[in-house]
């Protein structure tokens, strides 16, 4: 059963940084590119970034340019969003997904390619 599982977020301060993991089972981890998205309450699902199934490729959209880092370890089945600088309005469930039709070093940021999703994981920017 393919599985996406978010953990990493909770509670950080302005300015502050926090490391998000997304754990893969049930598929070819490999074979997949990896999209990070976000949704806060009442408004749309922004997407922040892709990793190419083969890690060498990136796309990073502008929402958090500059403050965002995105990683992953095949053999670990996982991938990693790191954010620095956070802000308020960083508030959200952000949310990792699989996209298995793109391969190699590209990734591409259509929701429409990401057929397997996470449940997600709260972060909460605040003093």
């Known amino acids: 059963q393919l599985q996406l599982v978010e953990s990493g977020g909770g509670l950080q301060q302005p300015g502050g940084s926090l490391r998000l993991s997304c754990v893969a089972s049930g598929f070819r981890f490999d074979d997949s590119a990896i999209g990070w998205f976000r949704q806060a309450p009442g408004q749309e699902r922004e997407g922040l970034g892709c990793i190419s199934a083969n890690g060498l490729g990136t796309t990073i959209e502008d929402i958090m340019r500059g403050r965002i880092t995105i990683t992953r370890d095949n053999g670990k089945g996982t991938a990693y969003l790191e954010m620095s600088g956070l802000k308020p309005e960083d508030t959200a469930v952000y949310y990792c997904?699989?996209?298995?039709?793109?391969?190699?070093?590209?990734?591409?940021?259509?929701?429409?390619?990401?057929?397997?999703w996470g449940q997600g994981t709260q972060v909460t920017v605040s003093s």
């Open positions: 997904a699989a996209d298995g039709s793109t391969y190699g070093n590209i990734c591409r940021m259509w929701p429409g390619f990401f057929d397997s």
